[in-house]
């Protein structure tokens, strides 16, 4: 009986360290606004009531969800193919890898939306416990096959030794799960427990009462067929084996930076748009504002006037948050760069690995890590070849510009930036010509008519 099979140890903390933030950043308005002063702080002077009203009204500009959408996306626009050498038996099984529903494309899909935005995601290739099945012609006579499963960086908690290199360097693996089982006639309960892996055997432990205390102990225990822990990483920035980082952290930061930032702009527009009513030496007496109104000054010197901002910091404010979006959009775009002295993306990947785009990379490493997961599904049917599969590569951007200037254009076909708001980017970065003026471009391309193969909208009389 023991806590420490919960307990996380100091490399999976590490691991995890950057997701508090990364969660808060993917969870939109609703999660930093509960994470309060994790991100939001409360400045000196400012009392409880004023920050929580502050808060309460602060909005998120989701660039780090939006820049992982549609960068993990640009590897699956075309399908996961299967290579000739994956084993017929296996290939009915990818249409439902995970006993879920996804297929193999959908899976990898979301493997690298979780791996670009946290850092780290992993694929546990799993098979369903036999039972009072004894051969393997009984398990296929039943369905049983082994299965793919998401496995989220928050629950790796520990693996040993602490100085493995590679997979087959594993001797044990801790999962942190959550199992839902019956509760009653009519409603289902969910319980954490933790999943021990080693080579050869698995554990789960769930919490008890015992006494006045709670206490993890050893609820089913068993063995398997395979010599290896089944467990694959997937990396979005690799730093070591079970070891990484978010590829775009630094723009979670910033998108910190700009969360923060307008929520000052917000607070001072607040205060700018109410002006404040001046008064001096008017006299005793209350003060009547409004027309058919007059106020009359007891005093030679008495004055009564409105104040209100000059608006200089207002502009200081919108211009650095305008700044802060426009690093963003380039942090993203940096991942599509291809490296100098490479003419097409194609080039690149044939001649020169060294020279791919970082999301390219990224690309290959869940491409190996599909075939090792595809080769653990194999070894627990006895197959002797798993296979391979090819994750779509043949994209990156020769400049920045190019880059910034695509994410632009998928930003306005997900309906994220008006038609002009590209219009003027565009003209911004040097892309189209400053001549150009919107208004002129709309009527040019309104007369042109629709474009070739698409049929006008019918006239209804």
């Given at each position: 009986?023991t806590?420490?099979?919960?307990?996380?140890?100091?490399?999976?903390?590490?691991?995890n360290?950057?997701c508090?933030l990364?969660?808060?950043?993917?969870?939109?308005?609703k999660?930093?606004?509960?994470?309060?002063?994790?991100?939001l702080?409360?400045w000196?002077g400012?009392?409880?009531?004023?920050?929580?009203?502050?808060?309460a009204v602060?909005t998120?500009?989701?660039?780090?969800?939006r820049?992982?959408?549609v960068?993990?996306?640009?590897p699956?626009?075309?399908?996961?193919?299967l290579?000739?050498?994956?084993?017929?038996r296996?290939?009915?099984?990818l249409?439902?890898?995970d006993l879920a529903?996804?297929?193999?494309h959908?899976?990898?899909?979301?493997i690298?939306?979780?791996a670009m935005?946290y850092?780290?995601?992993?694929i546990?290739?799993?098979f369903?416990?036999?039972?009072n099945?004894?051969t393997k012609?009984?398990?296929e006579a039943?369905?049983?096959?082994p299965?793919?499963?998401?496995?989220?960086?928050q629950?790796?908690?520990g693996?040993l030794?602490?100085?493995?290199?590679?997979?087959?360097?594993?001797?044990?693996?801790?999962?942190l799960?959550c199992v839902?089982e019956?509760d009653g006639?009519?409603?289902t309960?969910?319980?954490?427990?933790?999943?021990?892996l080693g080579?050869?055997t698995?554990?789960?432990?769930?919490?008890r009462?015992t006494g006045?205390?709670?206490?993890?102990?050893?609820h089913?225990e068993?063995?398997?067929?395979?010599?290896?822990i089944p467990?694959?990483?997937?990396y979005g920035k690799r730093?070591?084996?079970?070891q990484a980082?978010p590829?775009?952290?630094e723009?979670?930061?910033?998108?910190?930076?700009?969360?923060?930032?307008?929520?000052?702009?917000?607070n001072?527009?607040h205060v700018?748009r109410?002006?404040i009513?001046?008064?001096?030496m008017?006299?005793e007496g209350?003060i009547?504002?409004?027309?058919?109104?007059?106020?009359?000054?007891?005093?030679?010197?008495?004055?009564?006037k409105?104040?209100?901002h000059?608006?200089a910091?207002i502009?200081?404010?919108?211009?650095?948050?305008?700044?802060l979006?426009?690093r963003m959009?380039q942090a993203?775009a940096?991942?599509l760069?291809?490296?100098?002295?490479?003419?097409?993306?194609?080039q690149?990947?044939a001649?020169?690995?060294?020279?791919?785009?970082?999301?390219?990379?990224i690309?290959t490493?869940v491409?190996?890590?599909?075939?090792?997961a595809?080769?653990l599904?194999a070894?627990?049917?006895?197959?002797?070849?798993g296979g391979h599969?090819?994750v779509?590569k043949?994209f990156?951007a020769?400049t920045?510009a190019?880059?910034?200037a695509?994410?632009?254009l998928?930003?306005t076909?997900?309906?994220?930036?008006?038609?002009?708001s590209?219009?003027?980017?565009?003209?911004?970065r040097?892309?189209?010509?400053?001549?150009?003026?919107?208004?002129?471009?709309?009527?040019?391309l309104?007369?042109?008519g629709?474009e070739?193969?698409?049929l006008?909208?019918?006239?209804?009389?």
């Amino acid at each position: 009986m023991t806590d420490a099979v919960r307990k996380q140890s100091a490399e999976a903390i590490k691991l995890n360290e950057d997701c508090a933030l990364v969660a808060a950043l993917l969870g939109g308005t609703k999660a930093m606004r509960a994470a309060g002063k994790a991100y939001l702080p409360q400045w000196p002077g400012e009392d409880d009531e004023t920050y929580k009203l502050r808060l309460a009204v602060a909005t998120l500009f989701p660039a780090y969800s939006r820049t992982i959408d549609v960068l993990s996306a640009k590897p699956f626009s075309k399908p996961v193919t299967l290579g000739e050498d994956v084993p017929e038996r296996l290939k009915p099984w990818l249409q439902n890898v995970d006993l879920a529903g996804r297929d193999l494309h959908s899976f990898l899909s979301e493997i690298t939306q979780e791996a670009m935005g946290y850092g780290f995601s992993g694929i546990l290739v799993d098979f369903p416990k036999a039972g009072n099945l004894v051969t393997k012609a009984d398990e296929e006579a039943a369905g049983v096959r082994p299965y793919f499963v998401q496995i989220h960086v928050q629950n790796v908690l520990g693996w040993l030794p602490k100085t493995a290199t590679s997979l087959e360097g594993l001797t044990q693996l801790r999962l942190l799960e959550c199992v839902s089982e019956p509760d009653g006639d009519f409603d289902t309960k969910e319980i954490e427990q933790v999943r021990v892996l080693g080579r050869g055997t698995w554990q789960t432990w769930r919490q008890r009462e015992t006494g006045s205390k709670k206490e993890w102990v050893l609820h089913e225990e068993g063995v398997t067929s395979l010599k290896i822990i089944p467990f694959v990483p997937v990396y979005g920035k690799r730093l070591g084996y079970m070891q990484a980082t978010p590829p775009l952290l630094e723009l979670a930061y910033t998108n910190v930076e700009h969360w923060q930032s307008k929520s000052d702009q917000q607070n001072i527009l607040h205060v700018a748009r109410v002006p404040i009513l001046f008064a001096r030496m008017l006299g005793e007496g209350g003060i009547t504002v409004g027309a058919g109104t007059s106020v009359k000054a007891e005093h030679p010197d008495g004055d009564l006037k409105y104040v209100e901002h000059t608006g200089a910091a207002i502009e200081a404010g919108r211009l650095s948050i305008l700044d802060l979006e426009d690093r963003m959009r380039q942090a993203g775009a940096e991942l599509l760069v291809i490296k100098p002295g490479n003419v097409t993306e194609s080039q690149t990947l044939a001649d020169n690995e060294q020279g791919a785009c970082a999301l390219q990379k990224i690309a290959t490493n869940v491409e190996d890590a599909a075939d090792q997961a595809l080769q653990l599904m194999a070894d627990w049917v006895n197959e002797p070849e798993g296979g391979h599969v090819t994750v779509y590569k043949d994209f990156g951007a020769a400049t920045l510009a190019e880059a910034g200037a695509e994410l632009l254009l998928k930003s306005t076909q997900a309906g994220n930036m008006s038609k002009q708001s590209l219009h003027e980017e565009l003209q911004r970065r040097g892309i189209r010509s400053p001549d150009v003026d919107w208004i002129e471009e709309q009527e040019r391309l309104e007369a042109q008519g629709p474009e070739l193969g698409v049929l006008p909208e019918p006239v209804v009389p």
